[in-house]
């Protein structure tokens, strides 16, 4: 009997190690299990939390063969534009005959889009030049930041060149009154001080927002609306702001500008004589060919659909307002006005007197 009770005991004492030993095996399986899963997980919350240190500019795609005509192309195009723009900053500056509100808003215009394409160009030059897409994510805010700081800038200046125009044809009584020299300083420092904020402010959000990949922007810059998709942070708030800022600066001196052209039509018109006419509106003409040529190609730009061919068409209009409206505007400021061509005359005997010299 007590051989069968040790016996039982035995057994049941061996039952509970086998048990003891299984729950022990499971709980280490379980734990064993936990911590990879845990591993895991920060795994995947460190590979998420993960910033891109550099974006990949897809420009214009694949363009095996047409890299060397584009570059010499847009080189042609940066050396004009750049000489055309400071060659009118020049003669504002010395000629005397210019010193007038309508060339003091020409020079800033001229100056503002020396700096413009120069935000643009030279990346896409160097791109072109050496295969090399690569920016890093300091260098893409900061070209982002100047980009949004010129085109807020320029829709300001080209409504201050718009209400100059009104006011010399439509009030021309109170002309020299309402448009000084001190409140052409003051409106231009305004101008530019609301560019400034206006960059200030989605410079500081989009530096806040987390890129975690994929990092190829399908653009020749850092344009806003393609670098925000790229975003794994909540962009709602920071989209939120952009079309307040729209609404806010953009829409209004689009419409402000335009009201302020259709007066002025509709004054040149009430002038009884033809000369009298052609004289008005050449003045205006120049600056409305400007206006059309910058916003209509950012009107069919945000109407336009962003993919398949509708993109490349996109990226092919970005390049009017980017690229050709600062080329453009030196040569239709040059061509169509008289005081400009005299101005550019006078400076051209002075410098072929002082080589003969």
């Known amino acids: 009997m007590y051989g069968f009770a040790i016996t039982a005991s035995s057994f049941t004492f061996s039952n509970i190690l086998r048990m003891n030993e299984r729950a022990s095996n ?8 936990r911590k990879e899963t845990r591993n895991h997980t920060e ?15 897809l420009g214009f795609g694949d363009l095996q063969g047409l890299q060397t005509p584009l570059f010499l192309l847009f080189l042609v195009i940066y050396i004009v534009t750049m000489a055309g723009n400071i060659l009118i900053v020049a003669l504002v500056v010395t000629d005397q005959q210019l010193h007038t509100p309508m060339y003091f808003f020409l020079g800033n215009l001229s100056c503002l889009e020396t700096c413009y394409i120069s935000t643009i160009l030279p990346r896409m030059l160097a791109s072109l030049l050496t295969g090399d897409r690569a920016i890093s994510f300091s260098g893409c805010i ?29 009030n021309p009584l109170h002309y020299a009154a309402l448009m000084s020299k001190r409140v052409c300083i003051q409106i231009l420092s305004g101008s530019w001080i609301i560019a400034f904020s206006c960059s200030t402010v989605i410079t500081f959000m989009m530096v806040r927002l987390t890129f975690c990949g994929p990092n190829k922007i399908d653009h020749f810059f850092c344009d806003f609306s ?10 709602s708030l ?5 079309l307040i800022l729209s609404f806010a600066i953009i829409l209004p001196t689009l419409l402000l500008t335009l009201m302020s052209y259709v007066c002025i039509i509709a004054t040149i018109l009430r002038i009884p ?3 009298g006419r052609q004289k008005a509106f050449s003045t205006c003409s120049s600056h409305l060919i400007v206006v059309a ?5 950012l009107i069919i730009i945000y109407m336009a659909p962003k993919a398949g061919t509708a993109g490349d068409l996109h990226k092919v209009f970005s390049v009017f307002y980017t690229v050709l409206t600062p080329l453009f505007n ?7 006005n008289k005081e400009v061509k005299e101005a550019l005359k006078k400076a051209g005997g002075k410098l072929a007197a002082l080589i003969r010299g």
């Open 238 to 242: 920071i989209e939120l702001v952009d």
């Open 226 to 235: 393609p670098m925000l998709k790229l975003s794994c942070s909540d962009t």
């Open 330 to 336: 030196p040569l239709i400021y040059s061509l169509r």
């Open 293 to 297: 040529t910058f916003y209509g190609s």
């Open 142 to 170: 900061t070209q982002l930041s100047f980009f949004v700081f010129m085109v807020t800038a320029e829709c300001l200046l080209l409504l201050l060149m718009s209400y100059d125009r009104y006011l010399a044809i439509c």
């Open 43 to 57: 795994n995947v919350e460190w590979k998420n939390e993960t910033t891109i240190t550099e974006f990949i500019l």
């Open 273 to 275: 004589s033809t000369t």
């Open 26 to 33: 499971s709980d280490m399986a379980e734990w064993n299990m």
